[in-house]
């Protein structure tokens, strides 16, 4: 049996950590005479205080799990535990950030970062302006206080949702593929950005993402999934050394995952379209980018 541990930050904070178990989860939809099964026999644990990084085929079922995992969807067999305790339903406990910005529009920074704990009435006044504050200028939006979704660029609002996500202090954080539409120099920033605070916290991360070499080079383990109905068909180790730059990816290691990991998605593609045309988007990108 796994149980979470305390992890200690660089401000001295105790930041809780967890364990989650996903033991043989199934998902299906459809009606009973044609049902698709989407997830089957999954099987993966998500150790305290790490980034665990799934990839897999495009339509091969991740926001499935990430649905599932969040507490959105229940799996029809199977087991999904946070430290030991079955995941019934949403709960603070996790929180998400999404592909597209889920920043409520008629609420400056200040008030959308303060929404979750103002609304539990955990922090009143001056107590709660405090911590936003100190959260605003730890992730470098103190200028942007008072502006409202639609006058920040893309990467600024994705800086806001992680610090809305943070302030909550969940136990684990699922990132579903949340720097997806953003330009290319915007995306690597925001990867760095975001790397700086988990390295700084070491919370446990589940990070969704269409992305091999993000994944690479974020994750402490990449979870590679199957082609439909997606199971564990490999889980990388990456030992990088933390803390990381992106310097890092030029790397022989970094190449020698990635021909890993390559290898095994270009078959899983495949089987997506065998006796089909045009291949999957997620098999033409790798596919360049691996030559």
């Not at 990430?66 to 430290?83: F, H, I, K, T, W």
């Not at 202090?169 to 997806?180: N, S, V």
């Not at 993402?209 to 383990?221: G, Q, V």
């Amino acid at each position: 049996m796994m149980s979470a541990a305390p992890a200690h930050v660089n401000d001295g904070t105790v930041v809780a950590q967890s364990v989650v178990e996903l033991r043989g989860v199934c998902k299906s939809y459809g009606e009973e005479w044609q049902r698709e099964a989407v997830l089957h026999d999954l099987t993966v644990t998500l150790a305290a205080g790490e980034l665990t990084a799934v990839v897999g085929p495009s339509g091969c079922g991740k926001t499935t799990l990430v649905n599932l995992v969040a507490g959105y969807e229940r799996p029809d067999a199977g087991e999904l535990l946070l430290n030991d305790k079955p995941i019934i339903g949403p709960d603070r406990d996790r929180m998400v950030v999404f592909q597209e910005t889920a920043l409520m529009p008629w609420q400056n920074t200040f008030d959308n970062i303060a929404f979750g704990p103002r609304l539990r009435g955990e922090l009143r006044g001056a107590a709660l302006e405090r911590e936003v504050l100190a959260l605003l200028e730890r992730v470098g939006l103190q200028d942007v206080r008072d502006k409202y979704p639609l006058q920040l660029s893309g990467g600024i609002q994705r800086r806001a949702e992680l610090a809305r996500a943070i302030i909550n202090r969940p136990l684990l954080m699922i990132m579903d593929e949340p720097f997806r539409g953003l330009d290319a120099m915007t995306r690597q920033l925001m990867q760095e950005f975001f790397l700086r605070l988990f390295e700084e916290n070491r919370r446990t991360y589940l990070f969704v993402t269409a992305e091999l070499e993000e994944a690479i080079f974020l994750a402490d383990r990449v979870v590679i999934l199957s082609n439909r109905p997606a199971t564990v068909r490999e889980v990388i180790e990456i030992k990088l050394a933390r803390p990381r730059d992106a310097g890092m990816l030029q790397s022989s290691e970094a190449y020698e995952y990635k021909r890993q990991a390559m290898e095994i998605l270009h078959g899983e593609a495949l089987k997506s379209f065998q006796g089909s045309g045009p291949r999957s988007d997620f098999l033409a990108t790798y596919s360049n980018r691996a030559e």
